[in-house]
């Protein structure tokens, strides 16, 4: 299972009373349906089915670890994936601004 870096440094790193929304890709074979029945088990929330056998998944970070450990699960990363920004880069990247010589 790919889960991004960003996914890893909550899951190590949780911040208390935080929450993220993740996106859980449903690995072929497994039933998508299961997988959202398997989140709220664990504390988490299905906010929508996308496209490709994609839940969009909002959960405190204290539970992204159990969350990382369903069965069933192709990938796991943020909802700024989906986000592009000015240099057409989406999650995982700090924009930083130097100064001008």
Same mark, same amino acid.
């Given at each position: 299972?790919?889960?991004? #870096?960003?996914?890893?440094?909550? =899951?190590?790193? #949780?911040i208390e009373?935080? =929450? @993220?929304? %993740? ?8 039933? %998508?349906d299961t @997988?959202? !029945?398997? %989140?709220?088990? @664990? +504390? +988490? /929330?299905?906010? =929508?089915?996308?496209? $490709?056998?994609? &839940? ?7 539970? &992204? #670890?159990?969350?990382?450990? *369903?069965d069933g *699960? ?6 700024? /994936? ?9 999650? !995982? %990247?700090?924009?930083?601004? $130097? #100064?001008?010589?």
């Amino acid at each position: 299972m790919y889960v991004s #870096p960003a996914v890893k440094s909550i =899951s190590r790193r #949780p911040i208390e009373g935080a =929450s @993220v929304t %993740v996106l859980l890709r449903v690995a072929d074979g497994t039933d %998508v349906d299961t @997988v959202g !029945d398997a %989140v709220r088990e @664990v +504390g +988490g /929330t299905v906010e =929508s089915e996308l496209q $490709f056998r994609t &839940l969009m998944v909002s959960v405190a970070h204290e539970d &992204l #670890p159990a969350v990382c450990a *369903i069965d069933g *699960i192709e990938s796991i990363e943020t909802k700024n /994936t989906l986000a592009i920004d000015a240099d057409g880069a989406g999650e !995982d %990247v700090e924009q930083h601004r $130097f #100064p001008e010589n």
